[in-house]
């Protein structure tokens, strides 16, 4: 594990497609296009980028580790099947 700055913020994750879409959505695009599929429990929820981030408390609440997907629009980017 290594750790990553994205959007001013440290967090502990796997360097490579995670981190390449954040950076992206955040700073080359629409972030509200973005959503974020995260284990909650027994259930994946699915917010908006931006959201995603106000609720993990920029990955102190919730780790990049529980995210399952992100997708922009209808189009899968990163899938954790996808590894």
Do not use: Q
């Not at 780790?63 to 899938?79: E, F, Q, V």
């Amino acid at each position: 594990m290594a750790k990553i700055f994205i959007c001013g913020i440290n967090c502990v994750t796997r360097k490579g497609a995670v981190a390449e879409i954040l950076s992206k959505a955040l700073y080359h695009d629409e972030s509200d296009r973005y959503y974020v599929g995260y284990i909650d429990f027994d259930k994946i929820i699915e917010v908006t980028l931006p959201e995603f981030l106000k609720l993990s408390e920029n990955f102190e609440a919730i780790p990049a580790t529980r995210i399952t997907y992100i997708k922009k629009d209808n189009k899968m980017l990163y899938s954790r099947s996808n590894r």
